[in-house]
């Protein structure tokens, strides 16, 4: 009896140190599931921080998801509007292209563009959305590239704002020396004058760079607006040398407009309409423009006839004639007798974006479709907007507006190199870097904290005083 006593008792120790081991393991199991979900730099010391009660608070969990939705965003508006790039810039000079496009286009022919030699676009025969499935790769363009490195760069070498030398060393690093690098005028003057040894913000100035007023700082630096949430003042300073590396000016100006709208898109009131958002946003952003400025100008005269209820494709006609026909405002780039009548120039497609953004009113396929068919360099301004209501929506959002699943890989070495796993990238580990690059942002930038915990941010509240650019 005792023997089977005995047995018994044995039995059930067994059996309940099994039961606790198991208890354990599941524990343990989860807790390591939890920590697998939490976002964590561990490259970033984490400070302790007491919150104040007029702080910001984000989730740093949904800017996980809008940040997904900005990449993504940005390269279905960037491969859409290349289908038309350079389609349409006007009738002036050796290059002329006839009648610009209208709404009545989408969906129709593409036309050939100024280099096509009479072909039209090899991305589609038809002006539509281009896409890429779930088991396709995203290509990387220069809409894209140049943000991707910035992004690479301050994560790297562990700092908020770039130094010249950082630059310099990150472009002549990820840069292709020889052609096709897909860099084009003030872009390409900037990385020659790297290659000689001159350091930025030399390299935008105009006595070094004479292509300073071209569009290349508004398509590579916007992303600066991102890793500055609520905060315009800080965005501006972490992108006041990437900007100056290829712009001054009014094209320095342009690239600030969008920065502080990619900043303001965690500021705004989210119980406003997207098209309210946008209005509040842009007109914040206009305070940036000196109103003497020709991009001041150009922005107050798409807005006026905007609030008049004139259809885009009257303006963008409107926007053609007063400052490539008649060089208004201060806008002479027409007497440089430029190849392509400028049609790369900062201030005309800052005024086309301006056409996209307004009459979209925030809807993203309505605003990739107007800024596709609204001519110049179609690609650049609908490749930020795409980034930005991308960014506004989320990506689970996006992929419910367009009713699909996107591929969320990305090749970034498409177009450069010396990125690590042969530069095969996912929008989620994109993502991943932003958010590590805006932790250190809120803790060294901003006085801000970080709550791992519970996965959000502490942004210091401080009123918006958005002054204008320097002269």
């Not at 991305?123 to 290509?139: A, H, K």
């Not at 800080?234 to 990437?242: D, E, N, Q, R, T």
């Not at 500021?267 to 946008?278: G, S």
């Not at 490749?383 to 990305?410: D, H, I, P, V």
Request: proline share 4%; with cysteine; glycine share 8%.
């Amino acid at each position: 009896m005792n023997r089977l006593f005995q047995f018994y008792r044995k039995r059930k120790s067994i059996v309940a140190l099994i039961f606790i081991s198991g208890f354990i393991l599941s524990c343990n199991n989860l807790n390591n599931k939890k920590i697998d979900n939490l976002i964590i730099d561990p490259e970033l010391t984490y400070h302790d921080y007491s919150p104040n009660s007029s702080d910001l608070v984000i989730s740093r969990a949904k800017y996980l998801d809008k940040l997904q939705g900005f990449w993504l965003g940005e390269c279905i508006a960037n491969w859409t509007g290349l289908v038309t790039e350079m389609d349409k810039i006007g009738n002036i000079g050796e290059i002329q292209t006839g009648a610009f496009y209208t709404r009545d286009d989408w969906g129709k022919i593409d036309q050939p563009s100024i280099w096509g030699e009479g072909l039209p676009s090899d991305l589609s025969p038809t002006i539509d959305f281009v896409f890429r499935d779930v088991d396709e790769l995203w290509g990387s363009d220069d809409d894209t590239d140049i943000e991707y490195m910035y992004q690479h760069l301050l994560y790297t070498n562990k700092t908020s704002i770039l130094t010249g030398q950082q630059i310099k060393d990150g472009w002549l690093k990820h840069i292709k020396p020889e052609e096709e690098n897909y860099l084009w005028v003030s872009n390409q003057k900037a990385f020659d004058l790297m290659k000689s040894g001159m350091l930025p913000p030399a390299t935008g100035h105009p006595d070094n760079n004479q292509e300073y007023e071209m569009i290349d700082a508004q398509l590579t630096t916007e992303i600066f607006g991102f890793f500055a949430p609520a905060r315009p003042d800080i965005a501006l300073k972490m992108a006041h040398l990437p900007i100056q590396t290829t712009a001054r000016y009014n094209s320095e100006w342009a690239a600030e407009f969008y920065v502080i709208m990619y900043s303001l898109a965690s500021y705004v009131n989210e119980n406003l309409l997207m098209k309210e958002k946008i209005l509040w946003m842009i007109n914040e952003a206009r305070k940036r423009l000196p109103n003497d400025s020709y991009s001041a100008k150009m922005f107050d005269f798409v807005l006026s006839r905007f609030n008049e209820d004139i259809p885009w494709e009257q303006v963008r006609d409107e926007i053609y004639t007063k400052y490539q026909l008649n060089q208004e405002d201060g806008y002479d780039i027409t007497s440089r007798i430029m190849y392509c009548n400028g049609c790369f120039a900062s201030g005309i497609n800052f005024a086309a974006s301006l056409i996209s953004i307004l009459y979209g009113e925030g809807d993203i396929k309505e605003t990739i479709k107007i800024g596709t068919l609204t001519g110049w360099d179609s690609d650049n301004p609908t490749a930020t907007w795409g980034g930005l209501l991308g960014f506004m929506y989320g990506k689970k959002a996006l992929e419910q507006a367009f009713n699909r699943r996107f591929s969320e890989k990305f090749n970034i070495h498409r177009t450069r190199q010396n990125f690590p796993n042969n530069g095969i990238d996912s929008f989620e580990n994109m993502a991943k870097t932003g958010i590590y690059i805006i932790d250190r942002v809120v803790q060294d930038e901003m006085g801000g904290g970080v709550d791992i915990d519970n996965n959000i941010w502490y942004i210091p509240n401080i009123e918006l005083d958005i002054k204008p650019g320097n002269n």
